[in-house]
């Protein structure tokens, strides 16, 4: 009988876009429970060894977040396996992508902090992303029973649609008010 979660995490069972060696050894990092979910999150040790190169190892990582000087999301995180995500920034920057709602109330976005209008010129769902695709809505529709679908035009000029839930704003019309990657994300 088990007891409780799996605390181990095989290296041939990680997600596979970690992009571990097969032959690395035998076990990865288990993300820690936390805002995103196991399969769509980067442990901070990963992130700090694998991706940026600032240590070689597992103690030199560790070394380096009991020191403090990681921080996600304004917060120090000293976790090695704290699960960072899409959304999730380092200590230099400023803002957050996040979805707009038109309510003022408690509806959450997928981070999970509330979104608010501060400013009267934000309209909602003005230009958006969609996993590295950049565009502007030509149209919405909600059938009845189903999810809502947006239909974007990205800077080539070809259409796709994809669901509310998969749309962030990061901009006004056609100008972004975020830097995006070279080539505007096609």
């Not at 060696?21 to 805002?35: E, N, V």
């Not at 009267?120 to 590295?132: K, P």
């Not at 239909?151 to 972004?176: L, Y």
């Amino acid at each position: 009988m088990a007891r409780g979660l799996k605390k181990h995490l095989k290296r041939l069972n990680a997600p596979k876009h970690w992009m571990l060696d097969k032959l690395g050894g035998a076990f990865a990092p288990k993300p820690s429970s936390g805002p995103h979910k196991e399969r769509e999150c980067l442990p901070l040790i990963l992130i700090l060894r694998n991706k940026l190169k600032y240590a070689l190892t597992y103690r030199e990582v560790i070394a380096i977040l009991m020191q403090r000087h990681v921080m996600v999301d304004g917060k120090v995180r000293t976790d090695k396996t704290h699960p960072s995500g899409f959304m999730d920034v380092d200590e230099e920057g400023k803002f957050k992508l996040s979805r707009s709602a038109v309510s003022n109330f408690g509806r959450r976005a997928f981070h999970g902090h509330p979104i608010r209008y501060p400013d009267c010129l934000i309209e909602a769902n003005d230009t958006i992303e969609n996993t590295g695709r950049v565009g502007v809505i030509k149209n919405r529709e909600k059938p009845k029973g189903s999810f809502e679908s947006i239909h974007i035009q990205d800077a080539t000029g070809h259409e796709f649609a994809t669901c509310m839930v998969n749309v962030f704003t990061i901009g006004k019309g056609m100008k972004p008010w975020v830097s995006l990657p070279k080539g505007k994300g096609y």
